[in-house]
C-alpha cells in the first residue's frame, strides 16, 4: 500500500515543495492549508503520518494534534521555524513524534518522516524483541546491549535510558519523556540526572565521548538516537 | 534687554514718585486743617448750649477722621491743632490759651493724649492693611507668573513671558538674562541672580524704584527668580524625558520592524531551500554546472537564514522579549553538541577541548547558550587563518561557571574590544566581504547578560584572541543524589 501523507501547511510554496519531495519518494500526498481543512480531512480518513505547521491561520497547529491524537497514534512530524523550541517541546510532550525545523533540506525532511513511519512500527512490536540501531544490538529479554559485537556492561538505568531512545530511534526524544518513562513522572523536573546518565552512556558506547555520533544533544529539547538511515 | 532710556530720564522718574507721596501729604495738612476749621466753628457754634466734653468730642472726632485717611505727620498735626483752637476756642477764657481752672487742663491734656493715641492706632491698622494688600497681590503676582511659566513649551517662550511679568510687577526697565555671565554693575538697579542648587541659570536686573514701589523689600523679586528657576528646570527635566522617550519609541519601532520583515524573509526563504535541496537531490540526470548552481542556491539560502536568524535574535534579545527557558544543563553536552553540528567546517580544524566532567552544571537556556557557541566558533573561524588551532576551556570558580574560546588569529586591538559587542559595529580587520554581519557578539552579550554573566574579550600574549563568559553556577553536580538504580518501567 502506498502511504498517504497529510501536509498541513499554509504557506503555498511551501506545500508544493514538500508535495514535490514527498511525490518524488512515492508517497500520496493530502494537502491542508488551515486548521478547519486539516480536521474535516482528519475526520474523513486518517493518512499514515502528518506533518505539521504549529503555525496555521485559523489556529494553532497544536489544537490539531490534540484532535488527531484522539483518536489515532498516526506518526506526527511537526514543521517549525527556530525560535519555537518552546512550542517544539509542548508538541513533542502532546504526543508529536518529532519535528523538523524550517528551514530544512529535503534529506532531512525525508529522514524524520521515515523514523516517524518506522518506531511507530517499532512501538507496534512486542516490548521484548530484538532491536538493531546502527552498531548497536539491544536484547530487551537479557537487558544486554552489545556495541559492534561486544558486550557493553550498563547498569539498569543506563539500560533504560537507551532502551527508551532506541525504541524511538532516529527520532527526537524530549527530557519530559526520558525522565518520565525512565525515572518516573515525579522526576520529569530532574533534567540533571539525565545529564549525568547520558554522560556516563556516551563514554560506554560513543568511540570520542567529545564528539558524540550515537546519542546527539538536541539543545533545549532532548537527545536522539541516531539512526543509521536518518 | 539692555536699557534703552538714558540716566537723567531715570533721575526725574524717581522724583516724580516722591513728589506724588508729598503732594499727597500737603493736601492732608490742608484737609486737617480745614477739618480742624470747621470742628472750631461747629463747637462755637455749639458752645452756648453745650458742655466743654461735647466739644472736645466734636474736635476728636475731626482728629479721628483725618487719621483714617492720612498717615502719622498729617495726623499729629491735626490733633496738635486741633486741641490748640479747642483751648483757644472752647476753654474759657475763651479767646486766650491759658487755663486758671485745672480741671480744664486735665481736659486739655485728656483730649491730646486720645487724639494722638487713635492716630496711632489708625496707623497701625491702615499699615496692616496695606501690608496684607501687598501680600495678596504678591501672592497672586507670584501665582499668575507660576502658571504662566507651567504651561510654556519652550526656553524661548519662558523668556517673554516671565519677561512681560517682570516688567508689570517691577516697572518697565526690568530685564531678565537667562544666560550665564555677569550683570552690568549699576547703582540705581538691584540685581537677583536666578540659581537652581547654586548653579547659576541668569538674572533679573530691576531699577531700585521698582522694589521700592512693592514696599516689600524685595520679597517678591526673590521669589519671581525662584519661580523662573523652576520653570526652567521643569522645562529642562520636560526636554530630557521627552527626548528619551522619542529614542525609546524609534528603538522600539525599529526593533519591531527589524523583527516582523526577518521574521516574514525566512518564510519564502525555507521554500527555497527546501526546493533547491529538492533539485539537488532528485535522480534527474544534472551535469556539473548545474549541479553547483543548484548548490549555491542552497548553501546561500542557508547562509542568509543564519543571518536573518542572527538579527531576529539580536532585536528579540535587545528588546528584552525574550522568556528565558532555563534547565540545569553541562556546559561540555552543549559545547560538543555545537562541536559536532560545525563538524564539517572545523574539519580542518584542530579544536583542543578542556572541560573537566565534575563542571558543576548550569542553569541556563540551552537554546541561546547553543547560539552563543555557535557565533563564537563561527567567528573563531570566519577570523583566523584556516588551519589554525581552536581552543575551549572550561572551568569553575566560586559562584560561576567560565568558559574560554581561544584562537590564534590577528586578534582584535584594545581599543575595539569593547565596541565589537556593539549592534552592526565590525573590527577594522573585519571590514571586508566576509559574511559577517556585526550581530555575533552584540548576540553573544545579550544573551550572557540576560544570564546574568560577564563576557570580555582579553588579547593573547602569542596573538589572538580569547572570548572569555562566566554564567552564574547552579546546584554542584547532584550525582550522589540521583535516585539509586531502578527498574525500567519501559
Known sequence: MIPAILVIEDELPMRRVIRSALGGQGYHVWEAGTKRDAISTINKSVPQAILLDLGLPDGSGLEVLKVVRERSEVPIVIISARGEERDQVLALDSGANDYVTKPFREAELLARLRAALR????????????????????HPHERSVY??????PLTPTEFSLLQVMARQAGRVVTHRHLLREVWGGSYVQDTQYLRVYMRQLRRKLEQDPNSPQLLITTPGVGYRLRAPDA | MSNARPPGERVTSRLRAAKAGASAERVGFVWGALTNVVTTTIAFWVAPHAQLAHMMIIHLLGAVLISTRYGMAVSTFTAVTGALAFDYFCIPPVFAFAM??????????????????VCWLNQGVRQQRAAARASEER????????????????????????????????????????????????????????VDHGHPLGY?????DGVAKRGDRGLLLVASADRIADALKLLQLGDAARRAEVATEVERNRNALLSAVSHDMKTPLASIMTAGSSLLSSTWQKDAPTRELLETIVQESERMNGLITNLLSATRLESGGVVLNKELEALDDLVFGVLSRLSGRLSDREVDVDIPADLPMVSVDAVLIDQLLVNLLENALRYTPSGSAIEIRGFA??????????????????????????????????????????????ICRAVVQAHDGKIVIHGRSGGGTKVRFSLPSGAPAPLAAAPSERRPTA
Not at chain 1, 507496534?124 to 539491544?138: K, Q, Y
Not at chain 2, 511659566?149 to 537667562?178: I, M, N, P, T
Not at chain 2, 555671565?181 to 541672580?193: K, L, R, S
Request: proline share 6%; hydrophobic share 40%.
Open chain 1, 147 to 152: 556495541l559492534s559485537g561486544k558486550e557493553v
Open chain 2, 397 to 442: 570558580e566560586t559562584d560561576a561557571v567560565t568558559v574560554e574560546v581561544c584562537d590564534h588569529g590577528p586578534g582584535i586591538p584594545a581599543a575595539e574590544r569593547g565596541r565589537v559587542f556593539e549592534k552592526f559595529y565590525r573590527g577594522q580587520a573585519a571590514k571586508h566581504n566576509d559574511g559577517g554581519t556585526g550581530l555575533g557578539l552584540t
Open chain 2, 204 to 208: 533679573i536686573r530691576v531699577t531700585k
Open chain 1, 119 to 138: 518506531s511507530a512500527a517499532a512501538y507496534a512490536a512486542p516490548l521484548d524483541e530484538r532491536m538493531e540501531i546502527g552498531p548497536l544490538r539491544i
Open chain 2, 100 to 117: 486758671p481752672d485745672p480741671r480744664n487742663v486735665l481736659s486739655f491734656a485728656g483730649m491730646l493724649l486720645v487724639a494722638l493715641l
Open chain 2, 139 to 194: 501672592t497672586q503676582a507670584l501665582c499668575q507668573l507660576s502658571l504662566d511659566l507651567s504651561q510654556v513649551a519652550s526656553a524661548e517662550e519662558l523668556f517673554v513671558r516671565a519677561q512681560c511679568h517682570l516688567r508689570e510687577l517691577f516697572g518697565d526697565q526690568a530685564e531678565l538674562c537667562l544666560t550665564k555671565g555677569e550683570p552690568p554693575i549699576d547703582p540705581d538697579f538691584t540685581t537677583q541672580a536666578i
